[in-house]
């Protein structure tokens, strides 16, 4: 069977599409953010891992909201966050650029979840040495989040997942994922869903290593999953409720919510923030 390129572009910007935020977050700039960009470098592969964080906010000590996006993305996807001005005023916010994304395009280290994690705690631990943290992270970058949990453990007040891919058994890679690894195909696509591809190939297998980070992580862990999400399936949850045993545990599925949370119920994503950083 052979395939035309205009079916392969369609197919890869079918896939782009499903797990993009809206079209406006992507469009947000710097300027309309009101943040300032960063970048410090990658222990992994010595390449630039990029952040953003709000103008003339200092976030070296007290609490850090890290914001890990899903795939593909970048910082933008926090947008409405770093924008809300009331919210920037209380809290301390850092948006990152995971690996292969965004300004964080020059890391070429594997794409897994595990060296994702940790080239993002190394960082937090040059960025803000001081903080406590609540990390954050959306679809893929739930368990981007729980890595960095893991390994900064003294420091985590919480790990926040929404709608996160945690459940080996629900990611299996499809046909045209597979086809866009070939060498040939790889050129036919953008950077971002490179990356994007890439990441998804290696997550069922780094959610399987996972499973005993899950079983012996202590940190409080607040997880939102849309109960109509067609992009990570809602019984994600009850993995995390079977695994995550030894930590303080808190699940809340929303009623008629898809995989967008982070945008559709910012404010009670917000609330929640409010409410961790103040413990």
């Known amino acids: 069977m ?3 390129r205009p079916s392969l572009w369609q197919l890869a910007a079918a896939y782009a599409t499903a797990r993009r ?61 770093l924008a809300d001005r009331n919210l920037v005023a209380s809290l301390s916010l850092l948006a990152f650029d995971r690996p292969g994304y965004g300004s964080s395009a020059s890391c ?25 943290l ?3 992270g ?23 997942l929404l709608a996160p891919s945690l459940d080996p058994s629900h990611e299996r890679a499809l046909w045209f994922q597979r086809l866009a690894a070939a060498t040939l195909i790889r050129t036919l696509v953008p950077a971002d869903i490179r990356s994007c591809n890439e990441e998804i190939l290696m997550l069922r297998e780094g959610l399987q290593a ?3 980070i899950l079983a012996n992580l202590a940190v409080p862990i607040h997880c ?25 545990l808190d699940i809340e599925i929303i009623s008629g919510a898809d995989h967008y949370i982070p945008w559709s119920h910012r404010d009670r994503v917000v609330d929640l923030l409010r409410q961790l950083a103040k413990h």
């Open 138 to 160: 959306h679809s893929f970058g739930g368990p981007v989040a729980l890595e960095v949990a893991r390994r900064l453990h003294d420091r985590v007040r919480a790990c926040v």
């Open 108 to 132: 070429s280290c594997s794409r897994s979840v595990a060296t994702q994690g940790a080239c993002i705690s190394a960082a937090l631990d040059e960025i803000v040495p001081d903080a406590a």
């Open 21 to 81: 935020p809206p079209f406006s977050l992507r469009r947000s700039t710097l300027e309309s953010c009101d943040v300032s960009a960063h970048r410090t470098g990658c222990p992994e592969c010595g390449g630039a891992l990029g952040y953003v964080r709000p103008r003339r906010q200092d976030a070296s000590g007290g609490t850090a909201i890290v914001l890990l996006h899903g795939s593909p993305g970048s910082w933008r996807a926090w947008a409405p966050y």
């Open 210 to 212: 996972q499973a005993g």
């Open 134 to 136: 609540v990390v954050m």
């Open 224 to 248: 939102l999953h849309g109960a109509m999400d067609d992009l990570v399936p809602v019984e994600n949850t009850d993995y995390l409720a079977q695994m995550a045993t030894r930590a303080r």
């Open 2 to 4: 052979s395939f035309s």
